[in-house]
Protein backbone atom coordinates (compact mmCIF):
# COMPACT_ATOMS: atom_id res chain seq x y z
CA UNK A 1 0.00 0.00 0.00
CA UNK A 2 1.44 3.17 -1.06
CA UNK A 3 2.24 5.90 1.38
CA UNK A 4 -1.08 8.14 2.16
CA UNK A 5 -1.29 11.87 0.76
CA UNK A 6 -3.26 13.16 3.27
CA UNK A 7 -0.61 12.23 6.55
CA UNK A 8 1.56 14.66 8.14
CA UNK A 9 5.11 14.58 6.63
CA UNK A 10 6.85 16.63 8.53
CA UNK A 11 7.58 19.07 5.97
CA UNK A 12 4.41 21.53 4.46
CA UNK A 13 1.69 20.45 6.50
CA UNK A 14 3.81 21.48 10.41
CA UNK A 15 5.18 24.39 8.18
CA UNK A 16 1.35 25.56 7.43
CA UNK A 17 0.25 25.47 11.37
CA UNK A 18 3.23 26.86 12.59
CA UNK A 19 2.74 30.09 10.19
CA UNK A 20 -1.29 29.77 10.81
CA UNK A 21 -0.71 30.12 14.91
CA UNK A 22 0.26 33.78 14.47
CA UNK A 23 -2.22 35.02 11.93
CA UNK A 24 -4.93 33.61 14.32
CA UNK A 25 -3.92 35.07 17.47
CA UNK A 26 -4.17 38.11 15.97
CA UNK A 27 -7.73 37.62 14.47
CA UNK A 28 -8.53 36.56 17.97
CA UNK A 29 -7.30 39.59 19.91
CA UNK A 30 -9.16 41.83 17.08
CA UNK A 31 -12.51 39.90 17.40
CA UNK A 32 -12.56 38.59 20.70
CA UNK A 33 -14.95 40.72 22.84
CA UNK A 34 -13.41 43.72 25.21
CA UNK A 35 -15.49 42.82 28.37
CA UNK A 36 -14.97 45.72 31.08
CA UNK A 37 -12.93 47.26 28.09
CA UNK A 38 -16.54 48.43 26.72
CA UNK A 39 -17.66 51.05 29.42
CA UNK A 40 -13.85 53.15 28.26
CA UNK A 41 -15.53 56.30 28.13
CA UNK A 42 -14.77 60.29 28.23
CA UNK A 43 -15.99 63.21 29.81
CA UNK A 44 -15.80 66.58 29.99
CA UNK A 45 -13.91 68.64 33.35
CA UNK A 46 -13.43 71.95 33.81
CA UNK A 47 -11.24 73.56 36.49
CA UNK A 48 -13.95 76.71 37.36
CA UNK A 49 -11.72 80.24 37.42
CA UNK A 50 -12.27 80.19 41.58
CA UNK A 51 -9.60 77.36 41.55
CA UNK A 52 -7.93 78.71 38.60
CA UNK A 53 -6.87 81.88 40.78
CA UNK A 54 -6.30 79.76 43.66
CA UNK A 55 -3.63 77.85 42.15
CA UNK A 56 -5.59 74.44 42.49
CA UNK A 57 -5.22 73.42 38.57
CA UNK A 58 -1.82 71.74 39.15
CA UNK A 59 -3.26 69.49 42.46
CA UNK A 60 -6.44 68.82 40.55
CA UNK A 61 -4.70 67.24 37.96
CA UNK A 62 -2.54 65.28 40.19
CA UNK A 63 -5.67 64.19 41.93
CA UNK A 64 -7.24 63.34 38.81
CA UNK A 65 -4.57 60.92 37.31
CA UNK A 66 -3.81 59.23 40.45
CA UNK A 67 -7.43 58.26 40.62
CA UNK A 68 -6.51 56.29 37.16
CA UNK A 69 -8.02 59.10 34.61
CA UNK A 70 -5.89 59.70 31.71
CA UNK A 71 -5.75 63.43 30.18
CA UNK A 72 -6.75 63.56 26.78
CA UNK A 73 -6.54 67.18 26.06
CA UNK A 74 -6.46 70.02 27.68
CA UNK A 75 -6.98 74.06 27.04
CA UNK A 76 -6.76 76.96 29.36
CA UNK A 77 -9.38 79.36 27.81
CA UNK A 78 -11.80 82.70 29.45
CA UNK A 79 -15.10 81.55 28.52
CA UNK A 80 -17.14 84.75 27.10
CA UNK A 81 -20.58 85.19 28.60
CA UNK A 82 -22.43 84.16 25.60
CA UNK A 83 -20.73 80.85 25.50
CA UNK A 84 -21.44 80.53 29.24
CA UNK A 85 -25.10 81.38 28.02
CA UNK A 86 -25.32 78.52 25.34
CA UNK A 87 -22.84 75.95 27.66
CA UNK A 88 -25.23 76.17 30.81
CA UNK A 89 -29.38 77.10 28.45
CA UNK A 90 -30.54 74.06 31.28
CA UNK A 91 -30.32 76.36 33.71
CA UNK A 92 -31.37 79.47 31.95
CA UNK A 93 -33.94 81.63 34.25
CA UNK A 94 -33.17 80.13 37.44
CA UNK A 95 -32.49 82.58 40.20
CA UNK A 96 -28.46 81.79 40.17
CA UNK A 97 -27.79 81.67 36.27
CA UNK A 98 -26.93 85.39 35.93
CA UNK A 99 -24.40 84.90 38.93
CA UNK A 100 -23.13 81.63 36.99
CA UNK A 101 -22.34 83.42 33.96
CA UNK A 102 -20.87 86.47 35.25
CA UNK A 103 -18.79 84.13 37.75
CA UNK A 104 -18.07 81.32 34.54
CA UNK A 105 -16.77 84.55 32.54
CA UNK A 106 -14.46 86.09 35.31
CA UNK A 107 -11.08 84.43 34.59
CA UNK A 108 -9.43 81.76 33.15
CA UNK A 109 -10.89 77.85 32.84
CA UNK A 110 -9.36 75.03 32.60
CA UNK A 111 -11.00 72.37 30.53
CA UNK A 112 -9.93 68.87 30.22
CA UNK A 113 -10.55 65.70 28.05
CA UNK A 114 -10.73 62.31 30.87
CA UNK A 115 -10.56 59.29 29.53
CA UNK A 116 -11.03 55.79 32.19
CA UNK A 117 -13.71 53.47 32.55
CA UNK A 118 -17.18 54.66 33.71
CA UNK A 119 -15.74 58.22 33.33
CA UNK A 120 -18.66 60.24 33.56
CA UNK A 121 -19.69 58.80 36.93
CA UNK A 122 -16.06 58.70 38.30
CA UNK A 123 -15.59 61.77 37.97
CA UNK A 124 -18.98 62.80 39.25
CA UNK A 125 -18.18 61.18 42.50
CA UNK A 126 -14.85 62.36 42.56
CA UNK A 127 -16.12 65.72 42.48
CA UNK A 128 -18.55 65.82 45.32
CA UNK A 129 -21.51 67.74 46.30
CA UNK A 130 -22.61 70.65 44.65
CA UNK A 131 -22.04 73.11 47.79
CA UNK A 132 -18.22 72.62 48.66
CA UNK A 133 -18.85 74.40 52.50
CA UNK A 134 -21.55 71.30 52.46
CA UNK A 135 -18.95 68.49 50.75
CA UNK A 136 -16.19 69.26 53.49
CA UNK A 137 -18.73 67.64 55.82
CA UNK A 138 -19.86 64.65 54.05
CA UNK A 139 -17.28 64.57 51.41
CA UNK A 140 -14.22 65.44 52.52
CA UNK A 141 -11.69 64.49 50.11
CA UNK A 142 -13.74 65.21 46.93
CA UNK A 143 -12.50 67.71 44.43
CA UNK A 144 -14.98 70.39 45.88
CA UNK A 145 -14.68 70.27 49.30
CA UNK A 146 -10.83 70.73 49.23
CA UNK A 147 -10.77 72.65 46.41
CA UNK A 148 -13.78 74.99 46.46
CA UNK A 149 -15.90 77.96 48.29
CA UNK A 150 -19.68 77.53 47.98
CA UNK A 151 -22.08 76.41 45.78
CA UNK A 152 -21.07 78.41 42.72
CA UNK A 153 -17.15 78.71 43.54
CA UNK A 154 -16.99 74.90 43.83
CA UNK A 155 -13.83 74.55 41.95
CA UNK A 156 -15.10 72.23 38.74
CA UNK A 157 -17.57 70.78 37.17
CA UNK A 158 -18.62 67.16 35.22
CA UNK A 159 -20.59 65.96 32.29
CA UNK A 160 -23.95 64.94 33.98
CA UNK A 161 -24.18 62.09 31.23
CA UNK A 162 -22.34 60.48 28.31
CA UNK A 163 -24.49 62.27 25.79
CA UNK A 164 -23.63 65.56 27.62
CA UNK A 165 -20.29 64.53 27.69
CA UNK A 166 -20.38 64.18 23.83
CA UNK A 167 -21.99 67.40 23.53
CA UNK A 168 -19.28 69.51 26.21
CA UNK A 169 -16.54 68.32 24.90
CA UNK A 170 -17.53 69.15 21.16
CA UNK A 171 -18.35 72.94 22.56
CA UNK A 172 -15.24 73.41 24.03
CA UNK A 173 -12.63 71.57 22.05
CA UNK A 174 -14.22 71.67 18.60
CA UNK A 175 -11.70 69.62 16.83
CA UNK A 176 -13.13 66.76 18.72
CA UNK A 177 -16.14 65.61 16.35
CA UNK A 178 -18.85 62.68 17.70
CA UNK A 179 -17.16 60.39 15.11
CA UNK A 180 -13.39 61.21 16.66
CA UNK A 181 -14.52 60.89 20.19
CA UNK A 182 -16.06 57.30 19.62
CA UNK A 183 -13.57 56.27 16.87
CA UNK A 184 -10.69 57.05 18.88
CA UNK A 185 -12.02 54.92 21.91
CA UNK A 186 -12.41 52.26 19.53
CA UNK A 187 -9.26 51.99 18.20
CA UNK A 188 -7.76 52.12 21.88
CA UNK A 189 -10.08 49.20 22.61
CA UNK A 190 -8.93 46.88 19.41
CA UNK A 191 -5.60 48.26 19.25
CA UNK A 192 -4.71 47.11 22.79
CA UNK A 193 -6.44 43.91 21.82
CA UNK A 194 -4.53 43.23 19.13
CA UNK A 195 -0.92 44.46 19.86
CA UNK A 196 -1.21 41.48 22.81
CA UNK A 197 -2.16 39.27 20.56
CA UNK A 198 0.61 40.31 18.33
CA UNK A 199 2.96 40.05 20.75
CA UNK A 200 1.69 36.07 21.75
CA UNK A 201 1.96 35.52 18.19
CA UNK A 202 5.36 36.81 17.41
CA UNK A 203 6.52 34.83 20.42
CA UNK A 204 4.98 31.75 18.77
CA UNK A 205 6.28 32.28 15.14
CA UNK A 206 10.42 32.50 16.61
CA UNK A 207 9.65 29.60 18.63
CA UNK A 208 7.94 27.45 15.84
CA UNK A 209 10.22 29.26 12.75
CA UNK A 210 12.68 26.52 10.68
CA UNK A 211 15.62 28.60 11.24
CA UNK A 212 15.58 27.64 14.84
CA UNK A 213 16.17 24.32 14.00
CA UNK A 214 19.43 25.24 11.90
CA UNK A 215 21.25 26.47 14.36
CA UNK A 216 20.47 23.79 17.15
CA UNK A 217 18.21 26.19 19.39
CA UNK A 218 15.03 23.70 19.48
CA UNK A 219 14.09 20.12 18.36
CA UNK A 220 10.94 19.44 16.17
CA UNK A 221 9.45 16.31 16.55
CA UNK A 222 9.27 14.01 13.82
CA UNK A 223 6.58 12.51 11.73
CA UNK A 224 6.95 9.89 9.38
CA UNK A 225 4.63 8.94 6.17
CA UNK A 226 1.62 6.04 7.12
CA UNK A 227 1.99 2.71 4.97
Known sequence: MGPCSMCWDGSSQIGLLHRLIPVLAILCGVLAPSGASATLQRTLALVKPDAVLSGHAANIKVDIEA????IIS?????LSP?????FYAEHA???FFEGLVDFMS???TLALVLERHDAVAAWRA?????DSAAARGTFPDSMRAKYGTDGRRNAVHGSESVDR???EIRMVFEEFTEESINGQITNVLVGTSALAAAIYGL??????WPVWDKVGLKQRPSYTKVA
Open 93 to 95: GRH
Open 126 to 130: MMGPT
Open 74 to 78: ERELR
Open 165 to 167: ARE
Open 82 to 86: EFVKR
Open 203 to 208: RIMMLS
Open 106 to 108: SGQ
Open 67 to 70: AGFR
